[in-house]
T-cell receptor, first 114, second 111 residues
Framework: AQSVTQLGSHVSVSEGALVLLRCNYSSSVPPYLFWYVQYPNQGLQLLLKYTTGATLVKGINGFEAEFKKSETSFHLTKPSAHMSDAAEYFCAVSGGGANSKLTFGKGITLSVRP | DAGVIQSPRHEVTEMGQEVTLRCKPISGHNSLFWYRQTMMRGLELLIYFNNNVPIDDSGMPEDRFSAKMPNASFSTLKIQPSEPRDSAVYFC?????????FGQGTRLTVV
């Protein structure tokens, strides 16, 4: 079984500031980990994913995340926030392969102040 | 590929009516998921199919909900009879055993 914890529901940063969105997971098998972004009235769009290999993964729009097995974490970062980053962000976990059911966290809303 | 296609985008119906949501997954994807999103409960997995076979329907709220996947290119989620508490955005997603690709969703309002 898998689960995801995203602490807090809202993060606010200034434009140009570091973005850090936290995600911790629980998985009984080696996890596949994902970050999705959702803009208003849109579906979820994949930002980045970790399956195997390099633990630091880079995604679209300048985001990256690092898989830390010892901490069961997969935090999302971006060095400099842009106004267009304002959206809801979801962390998700799956067991990969035939057990590809995605389990999502509750999501975090990111606001960017001018 | 046009991505995952859902229809309709918006549906307003009266309580007690039957509602059918439709999904066309990405060609070649072997898994299909139905999710429901509400402010209170977030994203909930209702059911998922692998190679057109339902694998896990434990998230289906009650017998009023049913889902079918008659072939690899089409799935439906039916609610009969609908209730106001079913109001939500329903997403369909498809995958090839790694990441899932989402449709734009159907916003259902039951009045």
């Amino acid at each position: 079984a898998q689960s995801v914890t995203q602490l807090g529901s809202h993060v606010s940063v200034s434009e140009g500031a570091l973005v850090l969105l936290r995600c911790n997971y629980s998985s009984s098998v080696p996890p596949y980990l994902f970050w999705y972004v959702q803009y208003p009235n849109q579906g979820l769009q994949l930002l980045l994913k970790y399956t195997t290999g390099a633990t630091l993964v880079k995604g679209i729009n300048g985001f990256e995340a690092e898989f830390k097995k010892s901490e069961t974490s997969f935090h999302l970062t971006k060095p400099s926030a842009h106004m267009s980053d304002a959206a809801e962000y979801f962390c998700a976990v799956s067991g990969g392969g035939a057990n590809s059911k995605l389990t999502f966290g509750k999501g975090i809303t990111l606001s960017v102040r001018p | 590929d046009a991505g995952v296609i859902q229809s309709p985008r918006h549906e307003v119906t009266e309580m007690g009516q039957e509602v059918t949501l439709r999904c066309k997954p990405i060609s070649g994807h072997n898994s299909l998921f139905w999710y429901r999103q509400t402010m209170m409960r977030g994203l909930e997995l209702l059911i998922y199919f692998n190679n057109n076979v339902p694998i896990d329907d434990s998230g289906m709220p009650e017998d009023r909900f049913s889902a079918k996947m008659p072939n690899a290119s089409f799935s439906t989620l039916k609610i009969q009879p609908s209730e106001p508490r079913d109001s939500a955005v329903y997403f369909c997603a498809s995958s090839t055993n790694t990441e899932a690709f989402f449709g734009q969703g159907t916003r259902l309002t039951v009045v």
